[in-house]
């Protein structure tokens, strides 16, 4: 089991250009996240998903897009890259039998927009 | 609204000896999760507990003990006989119906323990 996993672990990017972050998960888990973490603010939660084709705005959606097409994946889209995004990326998944258990977060990924 | 608030941005203290760590939290759930996690200089979360809103038993686990009180909305984490390696920062979350159990965070505590 590898878990959850997340690439690229560091990416620099300038003002306008677009990536997506990979993550992914072996754990057959239907609920998948994407969370930033900037300095003193704790985690925003992104995007989220329930299951595969399933995705929802957290609390701050803007200038993300995600898509679920397998319940392996789940990639996190810049579209235009802002300084503002400058930020750590979590992913994170958990499964939906029973009462809500732990969430297992990836590596993050560490991204600089300049 | 949900929220989730650490009052405490940073706490320094000197090795063995104990330290609390505060979470206050607002919901309007009555079922509702708690928890703890832990991210080390390293970076990763690390989970260290979660706690059911029905169930306010105290949790010890080793040096780590959790406090759960609804009256207060509180669950604070202390940590007896601090260690360096204990040295990191701590994040509360909450989840409940309202957010889909998506987590809320608290903005976290960063804990130095000096030798």
């Known amino acids: 089991n590898a878990g959850v996993t997340q690439t690229p672990k560091f990416q620099v990017l300038k003002t306008g250009q677009s990536m997506t972050l990979q993550c992914a998960q072996d754990?057959?888990?239907?609920?998948m996240s994407w969370y930033r973490q900037d300095p003193g603010m704790g985690l925003r939660l992104i995007h989220y998903s329930v299951g595969a084709g399933i995705t929802d705005q957290g609390e701050v959606p803007n200038g993300y897009n995600v898509s679920r097409s397998t319940t392996e994946d789940f990639p996190l889209r810049l579209l235009s890259a802002a300084p503002s995004q400058t930020s750590v990326y979590f992913c994170?998944?958990?499964?939906?039998?029973?009462?809500?258990?732990?969430?297992?977060f990836g590596p993050g990924t560490r991204l600089t927009v300049l | 609204a949900q929220k989730v608030t650490q009052a405490q941005t940073e706490i320094s203290v000197v090795e063995k000896e104990d330290v609390t760590l505060d979470c206050v939290y607002e919901t309007r759930d009555t079922t509702y999760y708690l928890f703890w996690y832990k991210q080390p200089p390293s970076g990763e979360l690390v989970f260290l507990i979660r706690r059911n809103s029905f169930d306010e038993q105290n949790e010890i686990s080793g040096r780590y003990s959790w406090n759960f009180q609804k009256s207060t909305s509180s669950f604070n984490f202390t940590i007896t006989a601090s260690q360096v390696v204990d040295s990191a920062v701590y994040f509360c979350a909450l989840g409940d119906m309202d957010s889909n159990y998506q987590l809320i965070w608290g903005a976290g505590t960063k804990l130095i323990i000096k030798p």
């Open positions: 754990m057959n888990h239907e609920y």
């Open positions: 994170a998944s958990r499964d939906r039998q029973g009462a809500i258990d732990t969430q297992y």
